[in-house]
Structures are given as structure tokens and as C-alpha cells.
């Protein structure tokens, strides 16, 4: 039941949203280039898949965890992006495509080995990766894999669909920052 409601939700949320996806990348390309943004991710299973989101920092930004990445390298665009979580829109393509669903733990790099080894103990790779989830309107973020991975787990454990739309509500209306990017020093 949750594939369908992914799936439609996510498919009706591009054909409405089609405009304000069309008009980011139109003032993306003036901001840097490159308005798409595209990294490889752990999926269900730990099978690789491509998440899509807009760019929000430099192209030249080297590919790390948010956490690990410095706040100068955010854009203009990218900060009002970041904290209006419309960055995070272009992933409806990955929920469609069935590589995520619209809550679950968020898709790490294959370079987080820590946050994998502690993820893979608790089996939160048996569910899709998210948009968002119970971590992301808590404030936990991929900085404290250990408490993210139980987190995630204590989410997959106990995930209702009352659950599933109360995370997406308040990712919507501001709940969690996502994770965190280091202050310039």
C-alpha cells in the first residue's frame, strides 16, 4: 500500500509542480550552470542508485556528506533551496522510479563507512531510502551515524500510516534541518 501511495503521490506532485521544477532550473542555470545535481547513493540493499535533487552548492564542491561539506560552498539559490526543502523536489523522479520511497532513512554515500556498518547491523537496508523520515524532523543527521542508524531503525520498526504522513507534514512545514553544513571557519 505504501509503494501506491509513494507512487502517486510522488507522480501528481511532478505534474503539479512541473512549473516551479522549470522555473529552479531556469534561475539554476544563472547560479551555476548545473541546476541538476546528481550523486550515486545506497539503496535498498546497498544496491546503488542515482538521487536526484537541485544543486545547492558550487560545482566545484568536492562529493561528501552534507555534514562534511563547508556553508560556503551553498549558493544563494542553494540556501533559499536548503531552507525551503525545495532542493529535495527532483527525488519525486527517484520515488516513481521505485529506487525511494517518500519516507525512509536517508540515502547515505558509499564513502560514509561508518554510518553503513552501523545501518547494516540494524538492517535498515531492507527498506527504501527516503525524502524524509523520523531522523530528518528529529534533527539527526549523517554527523552521528550510530544514533542515526538506530533512529532509522526505531522508525522502520514502528512506521504507521499515520506515522508516514505526519513525517512528510512536518518536512513540509519546516520540521528538521536536514543535515547540517559546517560554519565557515
Same mark, same amino acid.
Given at each position: 500500500m505504501i509503494r501506491t501511495i509513494d507512487f502517486l503521490a510522488a507522480f501528481f506532485g511532478l505534474l503539479f509542480l512541473w512549473p516551479l521544477l522549470l522555473v529552479v532550473v531556469i534561475i539554476?542555470?544563472?547560479?551555476?550552470g548545473s541546476p541538476i545535481f546528481i550523486q550515486t547513493r545506497?539503496?535498498?540493499n546497498q544496491k546503488p542508485f542515482k538521487l536526484i535533487k537541485f544543486r545547492t552548492m558550487s560545482v566545484e564542491t568536492k562529493?561528501?556528506?552534507?555534514?562534511? #561539506?563547508?556553508? #560556503?560552498?551553498?549558493?544563494?539559490l542553494g540556501n533559499f533551496l536548503r531552507k525551503t526543502k525545495i532542493d529535495e523536489l527532483p527525488q519525486l523522479i527517484n520515488v516513481v522510479k521505485g529506487e525511494m520511497s517518500l519516507v525512509g532513512p536517508r540515502p547515505n554515500l558509499f564513502n560514509?563507512?561508518?554510518?553503513?556498518?552501523?545501518?547494516?547491523?540494524?538492517?535498515?537496508?531492507?527498506?527504501?531510502?527516503?525524502?524524509t523520515g523520523l531522523a530528518?524532523?528529529?534533527?539527526?543527521?549523517m554527523s552521528t551515524p550510530q544514533l542515526l #542508524?538506530?533512529?532509522?531503525?526505531?522508525?522502520?520498526?514502528?512506521?504507521?500510516?499515520?506515522?508516514y504522513?505526519?513525517?512528510?507534514?512536518?518536512?513540509?512545514?519546516?520540521?528538521?534541518?536536514?543535515? #547540517?553544513?559546517?560554519?565557515?571557519?
Amino acid at each position: 500500500m505504501i509503494r501506491t501511495i509513494d507512487f502517486l503521490a510522488a507522480f501528481f506532485g511532478l505534474l503539479f509542480l512541473w512549473p516551479l521544477l522549470l522555473v529552479v532550473v531556469i534561475i539554476g542555470l544563472f547560479d551555476t550552470g548545473s541546476p541538476i545535481f546528481i550523486q550515486t547513493r545506497v539503496g535498498k540493499n546497498q544496491k546503488p542508485f542515482k538521487l536526484i535533487k537541485f544543486r545547492t552548492m558550487s560545482v566545484e564542491t568536492k562529493s561528501v556528506a552534507s555534514h562534511l #561539506a563547508n556553508n #560556503a560552498s551553498i549558493t544563494k539559490l542553494g540556501n533559499f533551496l536548503r531552507k525551503t526543502k525545495i532542493d529535495e523536489l527532483p527525488q519525486l523522479i527517484n520515488v516513481v522510479k521505485g529506487e525511494m520511497s517518500l519516507v525512509g532513512p536517508r540515502p547515505n554515500l558509499f564513502n560514509q563507512q561508518e554510518l553503513i556498518k552501523e545501518r547494516e547491523a540494524l538492517g535498515v537496508y531492507n527498506v527504501l531510502p527516503g525524502v524524509t523520515g523520523l531522523a530528518q524532523v528529529q534533527n539527526v543527521d549523517m554527523s552521528t551515524p550510530q544514533l542515526l #542508524a538506530k533512529t532509522d531503525k526505531q522508525m522502520i520498526d514502528t512506521l504507521t500510516i499515520k506515522d508516514y504522513f505526519k513525517y512528510i507534514i512536518m518536512t513540509a512545514t519546516g520540521s528538521g534541518s536536514g543535515d #547540517a553544513v559546517k560554519s565557515q571557519k
